[in-house]
């Protein structure tokens, strides 16, 4: 089946530092990739839509400059939080699609702020 | 915008027992989605469902998209302790948009 790697699984960082997320479809060429956020007990939010080569979507209320998304090949796509900060911490999961019908996820990031 | 409205939260059950989660959209679908998460994973794909009236099994889940493709349900027989997770429904309204996520069923399953 399709895999998804994102990495790294748990990051711990000071606030205010950037922090890197990358989700790489490891058997398949992406046409696009989602990025969500997801708080304990609750469902996944949808933050942004990124399609190869192109500028990424993102969800009303989701601040562009702050979650920097890249795609820049068709296997890759990058989320760096920017100057994060503890209501930042929080679990985030990739997922890739070729279509954007069914999408494999990666196994997420734990981000903790301090 | 469109909404997707999952029931019922949780759900605790006796192993053995049957169990069903509900999906339900505010706009008819092109395709509907289901995943599971396990406690500490993240989500995988399980089915998906694209004509009005489908009906699909895989062992002892039956997945089934309603007629007016604005509802789907998913049925778990005689449910094991394997079952445990979060059940998530995701719908389509085009064929080139994003899916919209339901607020998923928590399954427990007591032995």
């Known amino acids: 089946g399709a895999v998804v790697s994102q990495h790294p699984s748990r990051v711990i960082c000071k606030s205010g530092t950037s922090v890197k997320i990358e989700c790489r479809s490891l058997?398949?060429?992406?046409?696009?990739m989602f990025w969500y956020r997801q708080f304990p007990k609750q469902s996944l939010m949808l933050m942004a839509t990124s399609n190869e080569g192109s500028k990424a979507t993102y969800e009303q209320g989701v601040e562009k400059d702050k979650f920097l998304i890249n795609h820049a090949s068709l296997t890759l796509s990058t989320l760096t939080v920017t100057s994060a900060h503890p209501e930042d911490s929080s679990f985030y999961i990739c997922?890739?699609?070729?279509?954007?019908?069914?999408?494999?996820f990666g196994a997420g990031t734990r981000l903790s702020v301090l | 915008g469109q909404q997707v409205m999952q029931i019922p939260q949780y759900q605790h059950v006796q192993e053995g027992e049957d169990f069903t989660t509900y999906c339900n959209s505010s706009t008819t679908l092109s395709n509907i989605q289901w995943y599971k998460q396990r406690p500490g994973g993240h989500p995988v794909f399980l089915i998906q469902?694209?004509?009005?009236?489908e009906v699909k099994k895989q062992k002892r889940l039956t997945f089934q998209f309603g007629e007016a493709k604005k509802n789907s349900s998913l049925h778990i027989t005689a449910t094991q302790t394997t079952d445990v997770g979060t059940y998530f429904c995701a719908g389509q309204n085009t064929n080139a948009g994003k899916s919209t996520f339901g607020d998923g069923t928590t399954l427990t399953v007591k032995p």
């Open positions: 997922s890739a699609s070729v279509g954007g019908h069914i999408q494999y």
């Open positions: 469902l694209v004509k009005s009236g």
């Open positions: 058997d398949f060429q992406a046409t696009t």
